[in-house]
């Protein structure tokens, strides 16, 4: 059975830092792998897909990596900003979406 | 871009009582999904749906629950008896799944309280 995990849990951090979160997944048999964001009581934007076969994708300041062998996968965001500030979901497909526990970031000014 | 619309965005019910929850696709989308998340907790898949019958399910997706697709736009998640652990967000998403390139997409939710 698919497990997600993401660490960490919560993040806050000043504005204008550089920001790693990772994911993990144990059944590398996937399609691909999306990273979403969920503002408090919102629904899920969709960031960025990385299909199987890919090793990153990027958009703007945010930049997702993919290593389907060890089944991890990080979400590197540049210069953060107070907007950034939600929850991340990283969510791996193979029929449906499984998604993790997400990371709770809070970047302030 | 397109958008995935869920109606309502909040329904409040009695516990007992049967509530459908309303989104409708994507229109060109073949694939559709609900999915749930109480809150603090892991967004869950409930169950797919393809083809006019139900590809998938998990366990959560009981006897109480049913989905159904009355018209070509329209895609229905009925709760018969509502249980106070039935209190969440609902997502509806849908995907044509004409390459492995596309992305799921999300409607809003709609948020049920059951008192």
């Known amino acids: 059975k698919q497990e997600v995990t993401q660490i960490p849990a919560a993040l806050s951090v000043p504005e204008g830092e550089n920001l790693v979160l990772n994911c993990s997944f144990t059944?590398?048999?996937?399609?691909?792998l999306q990273w979403f964001r969920q503002d408090p009581g919102k629904g899920l934007t969709s960031l960025l897909l990385?299909?199987?076969?890919?090793r990153e994708q990027t958009s703007g300041r945010l930049n997702a990596s993919l290593d389907k062998s060890s089944g991890r996968s990080t979400l590197y965001i540049a210069a953060s900003q107070p907007g950034d500030s939600a929850t991340y979901l990283c969510?791996?497909?193979?029929?449906?979406?499984?998604f993790g526990t997400g990371t709770r970031l809070q970047v302030f000014p | 871009e397109p958008e995935v619309t869920q109606t309502p965005s909040h329904q409040v019910t009695q516990m007992g009582q049967e509530v459908i929850l309303r989104c409708v696709p994507i229109?060109?989308?073949?694939?559709f999904y609900w999915y749930r998340q109480i809150l603090g907790q892991k967004v869950e898949f409930l169950v797919s749906?393809?083809?006019?019958?139900?590809?998938?399910k998990s366990e959560i997706f009981d006897d109480q629950f049913s989905v159904e697709r009355p018209d070509g736009s329209n895609f229905t998640l009925k709760i018969r008896s509502t249980k106070l652990e039935d209190s969440a967000m609902y997502f509806c998403?849908?995907?044509?799944?004409?390459?492995?390139?596309?992305?799921?997409?999300f409607g809003s939710g709609t948020q049920l309280s059951v008192l």
């Open positions: 998403a849908s995907i044509h799944r004409a390459s492995s390139y596309e992305k799921l997409f």
């Open positions: 229109s060109n989308h073949l694939y």
């Open positions: 059944d590398s048999a996937i399609y691909n």
């Open positions: 969510a791996v497909e193979n029929d449906k979406l499984i």
């Open positions: 749906f393809y083809n006019n019958e139900i590809s998938e």
């Open positions: 990385i299909q199987s076969s890919q």
